[in-house]
């Protein structure tokens, strides 16, 4: 797996970059699915569509993104987080929104 820094708390510097940002994603996803292997991921077509993932997985993964990241994904966003383009692209949106994301203790 990949080293990003985390911290049981939450990311106290969150990835700002697309790169930094997909390590991330891969790191809980390989926590999830830890036959998955991370160069053969397509990053545009869905996890469920590409290995065996499902709805519970997904799941597991956004809320480990969410700990990770110290922020809150409304469930109707979920499903923008079924790939790994879509994760990275969300993700990092979130964390840049100008207000601020919505932090998970808030």
């Not at 519970?56 to 993104?65: A, E, F």
């Amino acid at each position: 797996m990949t080293d990003t820094g985390m911290t049981g708390c939450g990311e106290r510097n969150p990835p700002q970059d697309e790169t930094a940002m997909r390590a991330l994603v891969l790191d809980r996803l390989g926590e999830i699915s830890p036959d998955a292997d991370p160069e053969q991921i397509d990053p545009a077509v869905s996890f469920r569509d590409q290995m065996d993932f499902d709805s519970v997985d997904l799941l597991n993964l956004i809320l480990g993104l969410e700990r990770a990241l110290d922020v809150k994904v409304p469930e109707a966003d979920y499903p923008r987080l079924s790939s790994l383009d879509g994760c990275t692209r969300y993700l990092l949106a979130l964390i840049r929104m100008p207000d601020g994301p919505t932090r998970r203790s808030a």
